[in-house]
């Protein structure tokens, strides 16, 4: 089971810093990814990072700002967000993909977590 934290209301222009763990089942052999769901929209790829942590991708709304990382002793991964905007506000979920190199496609992605709420305000 996956599980993400972090989330909050914030106000444009701070960081947050989410992670995703993960009980009982290691993904550190597979890539990881990140994706956001805002009300109304469909998910969309935020972020992916290989099993070493080698490669990682980013979407063009978010490079620059976000950056993701992982640390496979203690079977988490992290996603930096900093400067962050009112339309950062959605649902964050993290994904193991069934691959170790990373994804942007939600369709390669196997196991969910049930997603932490971030809020920007102006």
């Known amino acids: 089971q996956l599980v993400e934290s972090g989330g909050g209301l914030v106000q444009a222009g701070d960081s947050l810093r989410l992670s995703c763990t993960t009980s009982g089942r290691t993904f550190s052999s597979f890539a990881v990814g990140w994706f956001r769901q805002a009300p109304g929209e469909e998910r969309e790829f935020i972020s992916s990072i290989s099993w070493t942590g080698g490669s990682t991708l980013y979407a063009d709304s978010v490079k620059g700002r976000f950056t993701i990382s992982r640390d496979n002793a203690l079977n988490t991964v992290y996603l930096q967000m900093n400067s962050l905007k009112p339309e950062d506000t959605a649902i964050y979920y993290c994904?193991?993909?069934?691959?170790?190199?990373?994804?942007?496609?939600?369709?390669?992605?196997?196991?969910w977590g049930q997603g932490t709420q971030v809020t920007v305000s102006l």
């Open positions: 994904a193991v993909a069934g691959s170790s190199r990373p994804q942007t496609s939600i369709y390669q992605y196997d196991y």
